[in-house]
């Protein structure tokens, strides 16, 4: 059994990256940090884990890189962005490879984590390294990797969908919008009124626009793909359940598309990419353009990113829709499937 | 116009004023107190109210005794218990009558308030003045009153349906269990992790059980009806939803009920008794023994209370059933109920 | 008193027609009609109405128009699209004065309403005389109207805030996405193995996309502003929650905008049309291009309108957002307020 | 692998059962059958599963007892209650087992079946054989039965906690009370205006009172334990959440409890007699009598069973909380911890 740590195990991500990985085959929880909860147990904390005998043994303890490299070999951080990048530096510094789930290092450019974070990248000299944790993107380079910064939520859901149509040329580079809808647990556990539940419950309202931090992240693997800078639209808004998001895309296809034939075949060209890059990934699920439609409640609970699509003749415009659960795929499930490729694992390994 | 205060309006029940009083046609509402928003209107505060032009000329002011009474006439207090009734005193020293939507003012005894609070009464010399707000019970003493301590939620929902049964010798004043599930906004508007969306929506629990301090109120008025010092079980659940208690009575017949002739002859009698003391309430709805029972969606937004019965004849219990909204007749609806009685207007005025 | 028929009281609209009525102080329901519960009183129906004296008069009838037309001077028509048009013919020949809230008379031309309906139209010589039902723009035809047919749900919260931008210049009339969000009341109270319960809570799917129905009265009344032919793209779907619905709307300014400032400049342009259009509206409010943002909760049980934007300088777009309650100003509400404006009354009679 | 089928496998118990044998290490689902899907496969009807490569294997088919048999060991029946014992018995007679999820053979007395169900028993000879499938109470039995029912969701979280305190004599056999919450999934996947998404959310309602068919098989067991013929209280309330059943009991101790001694005491009787029935169960958390509560957002897709207790010295009542999820340990779970019981399969395989 490989050895692995979670630092900041308190907030959903974390529960979730304990949910996954007291049932994963391959590995052991051997620490878990949480500077409220130091001193309990995962069991006390998490009364929901109560039946595995692990749950009993594993307690809290502080975040320390020096306790955390001489137990485990991986560590997860699932912390605020900021706190992530001072418990990497040493952590690594002490040969233990890092699965960050903050935004910490998912940008390459230290002046657009500023842009977008507000304050100076606490350590530059790690972007360069750093992999970008989407698996269908970059599976190589994850297998190799010291330091991997899982790709966030909303970039998840619209990245899997775009990013095939850019590299083959099916679609305009700019112009792309991006309308997300999301459950409430993608704003973190935190006692904020907010969020407190005759707040979210019967409700629904955009937030963070017209520049959510996530563009920094979209846009750059965006440009990466593109091969041009690309500047693109994105609405999250909060709708009232516990887990998934639904991103709608409104994309412009590179073709003129103007009536019924020529939707069918510029559909079927769609088609055509995402059976090339996704039709033996096995978290990826291809409904097409006919029928059925992505909808959260089948992939809650999964790893799964599910994908569908409509060309509009009447418009010319190409909808994409996807949706994933956001604490797996767009959060825990990403990172284990990640930590996976790290270990050699078959990439599927505890995660279906 | 009569003019009304509301003191801590930036809660739930407050807001609940707030918006069934801009409606109210007979009142004006000239001031509303809360630390925290002292300076903005209530327009600002609730975006929800500004369609209404009075929510652009209300600020909100600090909470000042003085300057209440000299504008107002009656006042609410939406306040947390122990601090309601330090407003209390000054607000009726200076002639401002004052309904009070705490549970400051509902216990007959400073011992049993210390007992469930915690803590020594604030102004016991008010108690054996303050009349208990619960207008199908204390009608004619709220209409003089100076001091009205308004019924809570959970108390309302269960002394109703209960009351005159006891006051008519049908149920037997020991054992009696209330079994409640009540919406969030009972917990009302607080930043606590235990109410935040994720951690109440798809779920259920009890709580404050055994000795929930909701208790001391209801026992107190049980025992008024019975003539004698009932203790009874109560048990609250908390429920996903916004508004709404559905409360469950477990009671003891005084007649034997063995079989289907005995059932429906006591399920008679529980009829005429709530025809008799009901049948001419505007807000109280008598579903009766067969076919509808009551529903939280039948009284949300209204200050109706429902109330269903069945006789098992099996067990010999009768089960009587009761929903309300608890922002409403839990709370402010059933506080301005209250203030029509104070006012002399009829009792429905702006409630319907 | 004005005497009242709703013909198919049943559905949510007719409910939500017989809640604002039973309220309502110059008008009375003296006939609801429905097939299924023909010969039940309104409070047997609907139990959350016992307490209207009213609702315990009134029986459910089979809907007929000479029945009706003798009783009433307005029936409202809350029918299937087709059996309203059906009704709706005998009635104004009667001399009753007819609010549609089907779809049936909202279209001018009986060749679009077969494209988007599959049929001929039932009665195509009615049609120019129907007056479109969207108070802010139509009020002065709506007086004099003998036909109503009262705008949809998804279309008054895309028309509302759309309309004055083209009508001013200030968007391009090609290229308009509309993003929808709605509530499960849209969908209609019918027994649907895709709308119960567990099919819809924990979820939200897209339908009815790329063409769904109501794109043919938007881009009606679109074209009419523009003074030319619009085609725009819909996307609507389903999220849980009862009532609301939240329209993101992607528009491209006429000016070019690239940066804060001519964001700013813009942004102020489209506040003065705002203002100029609406500023005096009972029911539109101005969340303006700071701060506060369009939220469900904020017009949910009311017939409010509630518009806020963004300028975004990176993408050069326009983003207005709107939410409104799906069953009052998207359908009940702003039939009632066409109705006020029938009978000559103030237009928010019964609505506040 | 070992081959089972599920019969019924369209509403929410055999889609459970799917959800979990295809995660099964030593199971293999070879059918399903439906009469409505009969001729696609699992993927088609249920997309969630698309990532499983069995689930575009495997067809739907008609209910043939012959088919199955020849094809799997294992059957289990996801049908209507009637309808299962139809299919149980030449499936039985043709050597297969069966695991039926239905009420058919949960009844000792075809006497009372006919009582609770309303017509003849359709295989009274086969009731003595049958083993009623709650692991914890008939683990024994369980291994060797060739027909297991397997018990229902609200029996499930009355009996597990209350029988150990039956058979301990700590409690009096008679004036139980069970008081029951569960999510709209327990009245499974039927397209009925009661369970569309509007009736359900924000809303809870009592049903099936004072007589639910659950009792019979409840009181049938609590009967045995006793040794003598129990009557009890069963109140079912629906809640609106997909999963879970809270369910609080009122019971009265053999001893007399009046004060915090004396609770204390009962207390640790309480707990004794849990950790000596329960403490190796794999699927049973004690939260014990301080602290944490059962909630049902700890249980969810868990086959757990949490129990907590409280003991009242003011009324001398024993109250237990038991939190199930009713699609696992209330129907599907359960049935596959039996189902493991029978192979010789450790129980939790595939249920942790």
Chains 1, 2, 3, 4 share one sequence.
Not at 173 to 191: E, H, M, N, T, Y
Not at 277 to 298: A, M, V, W
Request: charged residues 20%.
């Amino acid at each position: 059994m490989i050895k692995v740590a979670i630092a900041g195990a308190s907030g959903y991500a974390g529960e979730e990256l304990v949910r996954l990985l007291l049932r994963h085959p391959e590995v052991e929880i051997s620490a878990v940090t949480s500077r409220q909860h130091a001193g309990k147990t995962l069991a006390e904390v998490f009364p929901k884990f109560g039946h595995f005998e692990a749950a009993h043994r594993v307690p809290f303890i502080l975040p320390d890189a020096e306790v955390l490299a001489d137990e485990v070999e991986y560590t997860f951080l699932a912390l605020p962005h900021g706190v992530a990048a001072e418990l990497a530096v040493p952590l690594l510094e002490k040969g233990c490879r890092v699965l960050d789930l903050s935004a910490d290092f998912r940008l390459r450019s230290p002046e657009v984590y500023k842009e977008f974070y507000g304050k100076d990248h606490p350590a530059p000299e790690l972007l360069s390294e750093a992999v970008y944790g989407q698996p269908e993107t970059y599976r190589e380079q994850i297998r190799q990797a010291r330091l991997v910064a899982c790709a966030g939520c909303y970039p998840t859901s619209i990245l899997v969908p775009t990013l095939p149509l850019l590299k083959s040329g099916l679609i305009e580079p700019q112009g792309i919008i991006a309308d997300s809808l999301s459950g409430v647990s993608g704003a973190g556990r935190k006692a904020d009124l907010g969020y407190i539940y005759c707040e979210c419950n019967e409700s629904a309202r955009p937030y963070g626009i017209p520049k959510h931090r996530h563009l920094s992240e979209i846009e750059q693997e965006l440009s990466l793909a593109a091969g041009e800078e690309v500047v693109m639209q994105f609405t999250p808004h909060l709708i009232p359940l516990n887990r998934g998001i639904l991103t709608t895309l409104y994309l412009n296809p590179m073709m003129e598309v103007h009536d019924k034939e020529s939707a069918a075949e510029f559909s079927s060209k769609v088609e055509d990419v995402y059976r090339q890059f996704y039709d033996q990934e096995p978290f990826i699920r291809i409904d097409g353009d006919s029928g059925i439609l992505p909808d959260i409640k089948n992939v809650v609970m999964s790893n799964v990113i599910e994908l569908g699509w409509k060309v509009d003749p009447r418009t010319g415009r190409l909808l994409v829709l996807s949706t994933i659960d956001n604490l797996m795929r767009g959060a825990s499930g990403q990172a284990v499937q990640c930590m996976n490729l790290m270990m050699g694992l078959p990439e599927t390994t505890g995660l279906m």
